[in-house]
Structures are given as structure tokens and as C-alpha cells.
């Protein structure tokens, strides 16, 4: 079985060489707008390209001005189109999360409340999930359409299989908790390198995580939104700590400090996501989050650096300062 995704756009893309038994579309945001185009109409039409003759189309909830390319493009090709939150209904709901469920303040759940006639999944049919975020919850039932759509082609699958893979999936890098545990700040990692996964992210930290204060690792890949993910971020928490990947495309953390400025913010600066998150874990309390974000480089470099980083945090090795206070807006 392979998922392929399209790496940019979708029209003009190598992997449009392959016909698929089902094509996904997910939510759609201004994101390489220099390649794309600047409006959702536009990137819709480059994202549509996706869709082959014949081939059924599962597309996330979208605005009215992407859906409608979308069904225009899907009609052309004779590929039938079913919309989440139109033929596929849900309900998202959330329960306090279990004891030792880490910083999580909620085990997260969606319901499929009603689907096609002929779809393998029954209505209402829970599912609980293992990836945080309330756009994660609408993924999941995309997945499950998705999933319906091709049923019929794996004879092994099942609903309790369906099940399992949604309860158990573990994404790096998107609301990857890296270490959580009694006696040192929870990490908590997370891709959010345009404006819509920032304000999903800033969302996702108001609503689904625990702790006494929020540390913000940012740094920001010179040709994204960097402006619109500093607003979406920094008015979080007064603990900003900016910095930049090793990867050369990466603003400078001297820029983004100008940007955060001009807003009315301070913020402290280091040269390197090493050096950021040694800052923070000197300064952050036992129960704070230290969220590392803004960027996949950002994220990756961290990741390749933690085998050599982790034993900063070993239990007994930490020494705890009070958290360092900046000035806000």
C-alpha cells in the first residue's frame, strides 16, 4: 500500500504520474502563494490537479471559494466528489484525559454521525484518537472516508482495525511530545510553518494542553508568512524565545526580534535550537511547556540533536531557576 503526497501544488507534480484508487484533498491555506497563487481559488485550482478521470475525490471541509474549483475540476474529470461534513457528518468531543496521559487535558474523540448509505461504517460510531488538535479530529474522519472509498480492494480491513490505527498513530513533529515526565518542563514539538498550522497550534495549546507557563521556541523559514505566524504565536505567553534552523532558507533570529518589535514585543534571542532549548530549560519551572515550533527544520534539527541533549534533562541534573519574566505587549 503506498500513500503518496503530492509535494507542491498538485497540477504540475511528478507524482501525478500515478492513478490512485482514491485522491484526498485536506484543508487548503495561502501557502507558497509565490508558486501557487494568492488566493484559495487559485491554489484550489493547483491542488485540484490531483484529481484523475473516474477517480472518487475525498475532500476536507473547505472554504466557498476552494470548494468551488474543487467540484468544477471533480465534474470535468467525472470523479465523484464527497465532502466531509456533507456526506460524511461528525461530532467532535472531547473527556478529561486519563491519569498519566502527560500535559493532555483531554482524550480526544470524534463520532461519525452519519456517512453514505453504502458505506462500511455505522452511524454513530466513535473513534478515539491518538494525534491532539481539533483539525486532527477532522483528519481523522477524512481518513475514514478515505478508507470506505478503497474498502473493498483490502479484504483484511476492518472497522476495529480502522480503530486501532487511528488510536495508536504517532506522528513526529506534529504535537509529538518528546519528554513528559515528573521532574523537569514537558517539550512538546509541532510543524505549525504557515499561518493556518500557527493558529491551529495556538489553538491547540489554549485548549488542549496543561501547564503552569508556556515557553515558545519559534523559528521561522524566511519565505513563509513570517509576520502573520509571529501574531498568531507570540501573543501566548511572554516566554519567547526565537532562533533559526541550519537550514539556508532560515530567517534570521535578529529579523524575526525586528518583527516581534514592531509589534510591541520582546522576546529573547539565541543562534540555535540547541542553544534555545537549553535557555528554556534553565529558565522554565517542572511543570511548564516548552513548545518548539514555526518551522520543520526547526523541528528537525531538534530531533537530530536530542540524542546528545536528553541527558540535560535526566531527573537530578536539572536546576530549576524561577521562570524569567519579559516584557509582553
Not at 6 to 26: C, F, Q, S
Not at 134 to 151: G, P
Not at 208 to 234: C, M, N, Q, R, S
Request: proline share 6%; with cysteine.
Amino acid at each position: 500500500v503506498a500513500v503518496v503526497e503530492v509535494g507542491l501544488g498538485g497540477r504540475l507534480d511528478a507524482t501525478n504520474v500515478i492513478k490512485p484508487l482514491v485522491a484526498v484533498i485536506t484543508s487548503l491555506s495561502l501557502d507558497h502563494t509565490l508558486l501557487l497563487g494568492n488566493s484559495l481559488a487559485e491554489i484550489a485550482r493547483e491542488k485540484g490537479g490531483i484529481i484523475k478521470k473516474s477517480v472518487p475525490v475525498i475532500s476536507s471541509p473547505q472554504a466557498k471559494e476552494a470548494l468551488e474549483e474543487l467540484r468544477i475540476i471533480a465534474e470535468q474529470r467525472q470523479a465523484p466528489l464527497t465532502l466531509i461534513g456533507r456526506e460524511w457528518d461528525y461530532d467532535l468531543r472531547q473527556e478529561p484525559a486519563l491519569p498519566g496521559n502527560g500535559p493532555y487535558r483531554w482524550r480526544r474523540q470524534v463520532t461519525v454521525t452519519r456517512s453514505p448509505e453504502a458505506s462500511h461504517i455505522r452511524c454513530p460510531m466513535r473513534f478515539e484518537l491518538g494525534l491532539a488538535g481539533r483539525h486532527q479530529q477532522e483528519n481523522a474522519v477524512v481518513a475514514v472516508a478515505a478508507l470506505n472509498e478503497v474498502w473493498d480492494s483490502f479484504p483484511g480491513l476492518s472497522v476495529e482495525s480502522v480503530r486501532k490505527g487511528l488510536a495508536e498513530v504517532d506522528w513526529p513533529g506534529r504535537f509529538q511530545i518528546l519528554r513528559s515526565q515528573l521532574g523537569g518542563p514537558t517539550i512538546l514539538l509541532d510543524c505549525a510553518h504557515n499561518l493556518d498550522s500557527a493558529e491551529k497550534l495556538a489553538q491547540a495549546l489554549k485548549d488542549d494542553f496543561e501547564y503552569e507557563t508556556l515557553w515558545l521556541i519559534v523559528g521561522i523559514t524566511a519565505d513563509k508568512d513570517v509576520e502573520g505566524i509571529i501574531k498568531a504565536l507570540l501573543p501566548l505567553t511572554e516566554h519567547v524565545v526565537l532562533t533559526a534552523s541550519s537550514h539556508p532558507r532560515a530567517a534570521k533570529p535578529e529579523e524575526l526580534e525586528d518583527i516581534a518589535a514592531a509589534e510591541g514585543y520582546k522576546v529573547f534571542v539565541k543562534q540555535s535550537v540547541a542553544e534555545s532549548l537549553e535557555f528554556a530549560r534553565k529558565a522554565a519551572g517542572p511543570a511548564d511547556l516548552i513548545c518548539v515550533t514555526g518551522s520543520i527544520f526547526v523541528v528537525a534539527d531538534l530531533l537530530n540533536e536530542w540524542e546528545g541533549l536528553q541527558s540535560e534533562f535526566e531527573e537530578g541534573d536539572l536546576e530549576f531557576a524561577p521562570p524569567i519574566k519579559s516584557a509582553g505587549p
